[in-house]
């Protein structure tokens, strides 16, 4: 065997070996155009997203359906129980929308706040006062939208590198498993498998990326 051949069997062996790995993270299906991550998987991001977001104190997968997040916002704690619905893929950002399942809940130890929560609900419907979630995020109704810079998603340029810009991504969380839907077929050689792993492999204890 050539020096040539050798390399690429190690190379794909090597490869396979990543795969195996991975598989304890991600699933996929290329002929339904489907990728799914593991609850295991979507846990790990829910940990990188409270270690970046000042205003997200919790979230975490919900049992049957979707995620649910509290966000503090000047001694009042916003509960919200949601699902992702769409992703859209840009050149340096990425588009999110997401379906409230119910009306966002509010909590306060202070009386004073206590009587503006009762206001908001009366007057304002339990929608969410402006100021309370980050300004990537505006709230439409039942959906949530949201717009972050591609490069602070490692995960998705992993997975997604190399779908075109506009590509979009339709997305479905039930019990834990974050279920992707795509556009265009994708296999193992379309995934950055070394980032993939190095990334679900970091333990996000808040310690990397510091609020």
Same mark, same amino acid.
């Given at each position: 065997?050539?020096? +040539?051949?050798?390399?690429?069997?190690?190379?794909?062996?090597?490869?396979?070996?990543?795969?195996? %790995?991975?598989?304890?993270?991600?699933?996929?299906?290329?002929?339904?155009?489907?990728?799914?991550?593991?609850?295991?998987?979507?846990?790990?991001?829910?940990?990188?997203?409270?270690?970046?977001?000042?205003?997200?104190?919790?979230?975490?997968?919900?049992?049957? *359906?979707?995620?649910?997040?509290?966000?503090?916002?000047?001694?009042?704690?916003?509960?919200?129980?949601?699902?992702?619905?769409? $992703?859209? /893929?840009?050149?340096?950002?990425?588009?999110? *929308? $997401?379906?409230?399942?119910?009306?966002?809940?509010?909590?306060?130890?202070?009386?004073?706040?206590?009587?503006?929560?009762?206001?908001?609900?009366?007057?304002?419907?339990?929608?969410?006062?402006?100021?309370?979630?980050?300004? *990537?995020?505006?709230?439409?109704?039942?959906?949530?939208?949201?717009?972050?810079?591609? !490069?602070?998603?490692?995960?998705?340029?992993?997975?997604?590198?190399? /779908?075109? !810009?506009?590509?979009?991504?339709?997305?479905? /969380?039930?019990?834990?498993?974050?279920?992707?839907? %795509?556009?265009?077929?994708?296999?193992?050689?379309? +995934?950055?498998?070394?980032?993939?792993?190095? $990334? /679900?492999?970091?333990?996000?204890?808040?310690?990397?990326?510091?609020?």
């Amino acid at each position: 065997m050539s020096v +040539f051949n050798k390399l690429k069997a190690t190379f794909q062996e090597s490869r396979k070996l990543l795969q195996k %790995t991975l598989g304890e993270y991600i699933m996929f299906s290329s002929q339904a155009k489907q990728l799914i991550l593991k609850e295991k998987t979507v846990l790990l991001l829910c940990q990188q997203a409270e270690s970046r977001v000042d205003q997200l104190k919790s979230l975490q997968t919900h049992p049957e *359906e979707g995620l649910t997040a509290t966000i503090e916002h000047q001694k009042v704690l916003v509960q919200l129980h949601f699902t992702p619905e769409k $992703i859209t /893929l840009n050149q340096d950002s990425l588009e999110g *929308e $997401i379906r409230l399942l119910k009306s966002p809940q509010f909590e306060t130890e202070s009386i004073v706040y206590r009587s503006l929560i009762a206001g908001w609900k009366v007057f304002l419907g339990g929608k969410i006062p402006n100021g309370a979630l980050p300004k *990537e995020v505006r709230i439409e109704k039942d959906k949530i939208y949201y717009t972050f810079p591609r !490069n602070q998603l490692q995960v998705a340029d992993a997975l997604f590198h190399s /779908l075109k !810009n506009g590509s979009a991504l339709l997305t479905n /969380l039930k019990q834990g498993d974050l279920i992707v839907e %795509t556009s265009e077929t994708l296999s193992w050689n379309d +995934f950055k498998l070394q980032n993939l792993l190095q $990334i /679900l492999t970091t333990k996000w204890t808040g310690v990397e990326t510091e609020k």
